[in-house]
């Protein structure tokens, strides 16, 4: 069965601090596809970043970045510069080839305070 | 920013009621989803569509049926709603069946059943 895991549940830090948010998961497959998404308060999920499991190199969006450990299974999201805008719940999220069906995480509550 | 829509966005009802949660985009997506989130848990994927006419169960069994007889509507039924249907029910969709392609999401239906 494919897993992900979010061990921390919440998370709270200073606005421009840095954060790192934990995901590991559990397939057997090697090609597949990770994701982070974000979910404001009271507001639609948007996809934050997405990484191909193929690719070595870590993904980058702006103030958003992923450390991409494919043998330990990890699948890690920084945040640079954290804004107030950034309070949210962030899911991990991934899907295998072939699957067609994202699989989530529990969720990580961010509170940027400022 | 994502053009699909849900309504409505609260619900109380009472038990036995038959209700149906409505799911309109106007990208003209091919792939739609529904997803029941508990609060602050993962999402679950209940049911999904590739096309009009195209519906599957996801790996949450539920209750709900749904139908997809135009592209872009995707609704969800509940015959006799229950104490246990109270949850919170997001709508996706997304462009192709390319498994990294992003999910747009709707604001969600908060269902509240007494």
């Known amino acids: 069965a494919q897993t992900v895991t979010q061990s921390q549940p919440e998370m709270s830090v200073q606005e421009a601090e840095t954060v790192t948010l934990s995901c590991t998961y559990d397939t057997s497959e090697s090609n597949y596809y990770l994701f982070w998404y974000k979910q404001p308060p009271s507001r639609q999920m948007i996809l934050v970043i997405r990484q191909e499991a193929y690719k070595q190199q870590n993904a980058t969006e702006n103030r958003f970045s992923v450390n991409f450990q494919k043998a330990a299974k990890s699948f890690s999201l920084k945040i640079s510069d954290s804004q107030l805008g950034d309070t949210a719940m962030y899911f991990c999220?991934?899907?295998?080839?072939?699957?067609?069906?994202?699989?989530f995480g529990q969720g990580t509550r961010l509170t940027i305070n400022p | 920013e994502a053009d699909i829509y849900q309504t409505p966005r609260y619900l109380v009802i009472g038990t036995g009621k038959k209700i149906t949660l409505e799911c309109s985009q106007t990208m003209g997506h091919d792939k739609m989803y529904w997803y029941q989130q508990d609060p602050g848990m993962e999402l679950h994927l209940i049911h999904y569509?590739?096309?009009?006419?195209?519906?599957e169960k996801g790996d949450l069994s539920s209750e709900s049926t749904v139908s997809r007889i135009r592209t872009e509507h995707f609704p969800l039924t509940l015959e006799s709603a229950r104490p246990s249907h109270t949850s919170q029910y997001l709508c996706?969709?997304?462009?192709?069946?390319?498994?990294?392609?992003?999910?747009?999401f709707g604001s969600g239906t908060q269902l509240s059943v007494l």
């Open positions: 999220a991934f899907v295998i080839q072939g699957a067609q069906k994202l699989v």
């Open positions: 996706a969709s997304s462009a192709n069946r390319r498994v990294n392609e992003k999910l747009f």
């Open positions: 569509s590739y096309g009009v006419n195209s519906t």
